[in-house]
């Protein structure tokens, strides 16, 4: 098994100022997170509209992501869907194209109902024979996963190898998993990476986040690694201000596809509709925060 | 323009044994709604549990129910989506398959914001030349559409012909609705029937649901058009627990695909996962009301 | 132990014209659930608009309601709040002013946490010698409380006795809940009596609902106690249409209160803002339906 | 009109080991405010654990906070409710201890209905003359108040001077409510005061929140206000790593009060149930971030 401990960049979806994927923007994206020394990047996540694109321009994504890869990172990729049969079906595809990992999180269910979603996670990883990495994100997916369930999941499904972690507060919940499950479920930090450095110190193995200067995160990880944890910190609350701003309610998607196209790997910035984007006001207060920390 | 006016059976969507769409279940229940002198059916919508069709199973359904509907129902499709682009180009490909509409509910939003659901429509009204359906099922969608919002719809987007109103209380909102549209808006009830009586006293013009005896909505429907609503209340009310008794929480879906088992028109009653469906003791239970009423 | 076996009237707190508690319509109140034959009444649920009465007018109601029970009827208090503390302390008032048992749903937790909701049951349980009545209404709590966990309840804390189900669809889960606790803990229908029938069959030992008739209830559950479940489910389902049109989502209680004003029992129809209220147009539909049914 | 420009303080309730409320504990708190140089104190808002209180418990916490403020700072009371008239009363009570203003967040809805939320407001309105600080806090009231409403608000109703912007992103709402609302509206910020820099650089009008160091939010606000938005920064970013670990999700609270305990301001950092509480190993942390940097 290829372990995907480390930084993994969360793959924003390029689109052209019509509205259509833009499929020669990938390469740029696969290039930043290959030279920020990322581990991987992930496709096809909340940060890659996935709920926004049909199934044709999912396969397209995706299939051009681990072209582009060539085996320099690993490319997971988001196979999270409103039903079981749909789930399975991105899942297997997925694996016929080379993904490295799928990422899942539970459909949603009218009523919390914990053995509904093991079903759905065993559905799943009696179909694959990749690493699923669970997505715990309550405010999206409006399941609650307690960390005895995580652990169950982790315990009975071999392919459960990984966890995306973004049920706040992280860092307490990095230690009360860890307790149950010890090394064998890899946790990784999300939202943005605003408690990168809480998370890693409690024993999370990564993050993976759309955060749009992903070698920022790579040297915290690495100077984590390395046990320089006040250099890690130094660094981290350095940048924090940024990764504080990128991570905004609702706009998080379109700062960042913002910062990406200021950095030239991004032509256009749109996002699909409905969704919020930033206004003219914003994207200069952006712009001066970015100036500040001397980002370019 | 053909006006929808009249009770559309909600189509659900047939699954093998084994979870695959059972295209060849589909005309036994067009001619259901044939047979019952619907005036049309809808497929693609919660009751033909679209979010967990993939786009290849959503067209595949939605073709075969049009072409077994050869003119003889109207056919409308569910194009509700997660996004703009892709409501519009479902909405497309209805029309190039041959629907006779369109019916959709808005798209999540994260923060309740009108005027993204008006532009949301108001793309769907540019790319297409019939008639749109909107849902109004915040339990579904999460938006609440206010009354005011609904005139505005059908003032400023020609499309906008009909509502399916499913925002309860119904009664009260027909009210409300009419009072600002007239006759320039048709509205349909929804929700299993509970109110149809209501609905149409108020000045609905028919109802889309699944409840699967629609012969006997068409019968109150009739009578109400007859201006007979006493006849139309006695035989509403004779049927009215078994009315209720499909349209309950959660099992509604699975109840219908029983019945209509049971009556021959499906060869499997399964439902996708995640999905509540029923056990031995409510099969017993719905099987009892049957025969008590005289169903068959 | 008295036991609460039966139908149970839940009571609305009448305001004057100006939003007043009106303490002197009890009395009638509490006497139609005399006259009905009623096993008790239950006073400060949501039907009560327990949620928007000070804690002084609380203790005004519910001393008041318990006066005139005079041992009549039994008298379950309504002691659910936000916090722990509160219903601790809400729940040893109603002993102390002589209720026979309180029915508390859990407090609003930010994430689905059984834990919690359990502390806070035992909290409740070790604070009182008299009957617990678990109300189980997701709808309104936001906490999902599965059979497992009920009957958990139940073995652990000796005062759990009771349970009031309105989490639909109530039919199945009175029985996965009976084939777990046996005789150990009654269950009450609620939601307005809609599957009243249904829940009896079932096993369930009552209801405890606001429906303005509850004669009518006593009669349908007298019928059941005596084995005579075809004249149970006759006249369950002759005034079925008025259960339905009161159990209207969000009008549920305009329309009650207005139904009891014509009958007499209440001055003043006024429910409490912020609440839906029924306009001139329902409250005439709704007096057809009265008149249909000869209901006076 | 006594202006409330400036940063504020929102009081935690503190309790003593068994859960009661330590009054003796208030004044020290509300001289922190005072010698922190805020220009004001908010008691009874989320952080005060209004919802956890009783009716007699909140009037002895604001009693007492407006005793011990004796005009030295503002006293703002939360008067909160899930219903008008309740809110009306609360507000007229903290009128008559001698309030400087109330601060009111809409009463939770059923439906969003932005008619009856205006009602809510011009109730108590009519009822106060002092200042209403209208708390736009979705995440808790469930009730989105878009920039318009916001603004009538303001402008149809004299009392309505100021509001508590928690709506994320709330640097966008900020300037789109200035725009409609130029002098006439006191826009405070709050959420921890994560984008405090961000809201005063728009054109807030100061902060409301709980942050521990209430003293280093003052020294960011006078930097603003002489127009050193560069020391403004720098000091803000100094401090953010705590500003962002105490704002944490669920465990805010638990958070603040352990940092108020170790300043010796708290004797007990107890929290009432069910809440979320931090555990040893996130104590630990907490305490390494304050010695990092320099609080005691």
Known sequence: MIGLEGIHFM?????DERGKVDEESIPALVDLAVKADCRGVVCLGVMGEASRLTDAESRLVSGRVIKEARGRVTVTVGT????????????????????????????PVAKQNLDAVFDYYKAMASAVNIPIVVQ?????????????????LCQELEEVKYLKLEDPPTPPKVTAIKKLTGESL??????????????????????????????????????????EPGKAAEL?????????????E???????????KRRGLLRCSR??????????VTRQELYRLLDALELT
């Open 271 to 280: 996002v699909r509709q409905p969704a919020a984007e930033i206004d003219e």
């Open 80 to 107: 999270s869907s409103t039903g079981t049969e749909m789930a399975v079906q991105r899942s297997v595809q997925a694996v016929d194209l080379g993904a490295t990992a799928v990422m899942v999180a539970p459909a």
């Open 186 to 227: 890899g946790i990784f930090g999300g939202l943005g990476g605003t408690f990168l450095y809480e998370e890693l110190s409690r024993g999370a193995c990564g993050t993976m986040t759309g955060f749009a200067y992903p070698e920022i995160l790579v040297r915290v990880y690495n100077h984590m690694s390395q046990r």
């Open 236 to 248: 981290f609350y350095r940048y924090l201000p940024l990764i504080r701003y990128e991570a905004q």
């Open 136 to 152: 715990d994100y309550p405010k999206e997916s409006n399941v609650f996963m307690p960390v005895s369930f995580i652990a169950r």
């Open 250 to 260: 609702g706009i998080g998607l379109s700062l960042r596809k913002e910062v990406l």
């Open 11 to 15: 793959m924003p979806t390029p689109f």
